[in-house]
């Protein structure tokens, strides 16, 4: 049975026993949406695999990943949501396909009160994404675009030089639109700095593109 092998990262025995019999075994493939904005919070995902992208939406259309969950990390909107008894402002899509468990307030509310690596784990995320929202804020409203995307280009390189990723997924990283993001890796194309193809981008010079993430 899988819910005799559930070993959640972060949570010590008992709490792995408390979800495994009270909570929902739970599988999601890429692309599939955990929660949507406007929408009620009624459970708290931990994930044992995969991981979830948050995101917001403008009324524009134009997306701004929050952060991302992974094994062992909490999603600090849905505990918000979930002991505020507010909607999601934001979206959660399947990033990489998931597996975990969905657990509802009283059982929240019960391991926040009996374990204390679930309470210090939900503790300890709130304060780091207090942290990467603040940087999201803060690149978004006064570092170059040209800077933050050389940066992320050089943080998803393979080893080999290889980006693999899509426009789109920049732009939404970046809290940008597709097109400004393809005209600046055009501009970086002709220049001679990267080689552009269908769902990958190749570094060629990479220096250059360290230039451009020091840049402000």
Request: with cysteine; proline share 4%; aromatic share 6%.
């Amino acid at each position: 049975m899988v819910q005799n092998l559930i070993q959640i990262p972060g949570l010590d025995a008992e709490a792995n026993k408390l979800v495994a019999t009270k909570g929902i075994f739970v599988t999601a493939p890429q692309g599939a949406r955990v929660f949507d904005p406007g929408k009620s919070c009624e459970l708290f995902y931990l994930l044992t695999q995969g991981s979830i992208r948050v995101q917001i939406v403008a009324l524009s259309g134009r997306e701004i990943v929050l952060y991302r969950v992974g094994p062992g990390e909490a999603c600090v909107m849905t505990v918000s949501c979930l002991l505020s008894h507010t909607p999601y402002s934001g979206e959660g899509i399947v990033e990489q396909s998931l597996e975990g468990y969905a657990i509802g307030l009283p059982l929240f509310q019960e391991l926040m009160a009996s374990s204390p690596e679930f309470r210090n784990a939900i503790i300890g995320d709130y304060s780091e994404r207090f942290i990467d929202l603040v940087k999201v804020l803060e690149d978004v409203a006064f570092r170059p675009l040209e800077s933050r995307l050389a940066a992320r280009l050089l943080e998803l390189d393979n080893g080999l030089g290889i980006v693999p990723c899509t426009h789109q997924f920049l732009a939404t990283d970046l809290g940008s639109a597709r097109e400004v993001i393809s005209r600046l890796l055009k501009r970086w194309e002709e220049n001679g700095l990267i080689v552009l193809e269908r769902g990958k981008i190749n570094i060629i010079l990479k220096n250059s593109l360290t230039n451009f993430k020091d840049s402000s």
